[in-house]
């Protein structure tokens, strides 16, 4: 069965941290290019960072640059987000899912900035 199971979000305050995980299964991991994408409440979900099959190119939203990094462990079928400085404006919930040809989205996980 396909899969995407997300965890590590939660409440933080503005300027702090935060690390998600995705766990996927190796039908949607392997060999693909992957995605954190977000989705606040009233918008559109976006593309925040993606990253190669090999973990060796990177891309970012202009609005995460320089303060998220994506990475992959592909032994562990697994993509991380750290999340760093973050703001009130970064609040959503977010997903991982391939970049191209993407599968059925898992439940995301919640991302509250606020003090």
């Known amino acids: 069965q396909v899969q995407l199971v997300e965890s590590g979000g939660g409440l933080v305050q503005p300027g702090g941290s935060l690390r998600l995980s995705c766990a996927a299964s190796a039908s949607i991991f392997s060999l693909n290019p992957m995605g954190w994408y977000r989705q606040a409440p009233g918008k559109q979900r976006e593309l925040v960072a993606r990253?190669?099959?090999?973990?060796?190119?990177?891309n970012y939203a202009d609005s995460v640059k320089g303060r998220f990094t994506i990475s992959r462990d592909n032994a562990k079928n697994t993509v991380y987000l750290q999340m760093n400085s973050l703001k009130p404006e970064d609040t959503a919930v977010y997903y991982c899912n391939r970049v191209y040809a993407m599968v059925t989205w898992g439940q995301g996980t919640q991302v509250t900035v606020s003090s």
């Open positions: 990253i190669s099959t090999t973990g060796g190119i990177t």
